[in-house]
């Protein structure tokens, strides 16, 4: 059977840069990023001291979500510190998400003359476990990094470890450092979960309802991308609380003179 549906779980790997394999999912991110830069660089070129309705529907939206990492963290300063790494989760993811609604994957590829077919240039970003799981490795290196720099090293490595609580303080510190790792599995395959189940669905009402369904399941996977976008940047902050928290039992002064200090 020539036509049906074709559902490839993998990016397709198109050539290799200096020993390193490039991806038709790998090119799609460079696309996304190159179109968020062109984005930022026109819109810094016409920032104006009276701002229009774009810029100051903008300025607003930025304002909402820096009032809200500030009030989870705590400080303001805090909330400086982190709302670049967090906005810029949720622009990218988000971005990358409205991507998978363009026509260009199955559509643009090269050749193979070989097997007859067309190798694609562009997959889906998030459609891709590599990407949501480098995605999740920055994340939780910065959540870890954070509780290091703020807490130090044995102050935070006591969350896991704590021989003073007797065994049921070491097994709760070990469930706890388990969690912590999971947080790698956790943030990567809920993304690539939700997206890769739309693309298969979205396929598959294709298929068999090509005509009127699809629209309004396009729709939704919109919101679900948002939504996704959302949850990834929001459990990032949620997580770098928990990080820099100290201690059950110990006295919080200290992280946020530390922090504000900052």
Do not use: C
């Not at 529907?57 to 709302?83: D, H, K, P």
């Amino acid at each position: 059977m020539e036509e049906g549906l074709h559902i490839v779980l993998a990016s397709e790997r198109l050539f290799n840069l200096w020993g390193l394999p490039i991806t038709s999912s790998l090119l799609t991110a460079w696309l996304v990023i190159a179109v968020l830069l062109i984005a930022t660089w026109l819109i810094r070129r016409n920032l104006s001291l009276i701002p229009g309705k774009i810029q100051a529907g903008v300025e607003m939206f930025f304002e909402y979500v820096l009032t809200m990492i500030e009030q989870n963290l705590g400080t303001r300063a805090l909330a400086l510190r982190y709302f670049p790494l967090i906005m810029t989760i949720f622009i990218f993811v988000f971005t990358a998400n409205m991507f998978d609604f363009l026509p260009i994957y199955g559509t643009i590829g090269i050749v193979d003359h070989e097997h007859h077919g067309l190798i694609p240039l562009f997959h889906a970003v998030n459609a891709d476990l590599n990407s949501t799981l480098a995605l999740a490795i920055i994340s939780f290196l910065t959540i870890e990094l954070s509780g290091i720099l703020t807490l130090g090293v044995l102050k935070y490595g006591s969350k896991f470890v704590n021989f003073t609580g007797g065994l049921v303080g070491f097994l709760v510190g070990l469930v706890e450092l388990i969690g912590n790792l999971a947080r790698l599995v956790s943030l990567s395959f809920r993304l690539f979960g939700a997206i890769f189940a739309g693309h298969v669905l979205l396929l598959v009402v294709g298929m068999f309802v090509p005509y009127i369904l699809p629209v309004p399941i396009m729709l939704f996977e919109m919101f679900i991308g948002l939504l996704q976008a959302a949850v990834f940047a929001i459990l990032t902050m949620a997580f770098i609380k928990l990080a820099i928290e100290e201690p059950h039992g110990a006295d919080h002064g200290p992280v946020h003179t530390h922090a504000a200090s900052h």
